[in-house]
């Protein structure tokens, strides 16, 4: 486990993003103090196995809907609204 500040971390992240695949974990440090963890996924899942994953974990929960219904556009007399909104904001 490597140990790194955070403004290290950010000027020299690749490096420790290539040390990650390599297998190793990088604790990073703000003045001292452990405040993340980057650490190799391990093998790669297929996104279903990963959101099951997850859920299990209870990290998230999915949608209870299962189609977004469109909503039809609604058209309205006068001018556009952007002209509404500009000549309001001119007169304060």
Known sequence: MIKVGLREANMHFS????MVRQGQ????????TAI?????LG???????RI???EEQ????????KKIVPVK????EGKPI???LAEERSER
Do not use: D, N
């Open 15 to 18: 490096k420790y993003v290539k």
């Open 43 to 49: 093998p790669a899942t297929s996104p279903e196995k």
């Open 58 to 65: 209870g990290v998230l929960r999915r949608a209870a809907r």
């Open 25 to 32: 974990e990088v604790v990073v440090t703000e003045r001292g």
């Open 82 to 84: 952007s002209e509404t």
């Open 73 to 76: 556009a609604i058209r309205i």
């Open 36 to 40: 993340a963890v980057i650490k190799p």
């Open 52 to 54: 099951a994953m997850l």
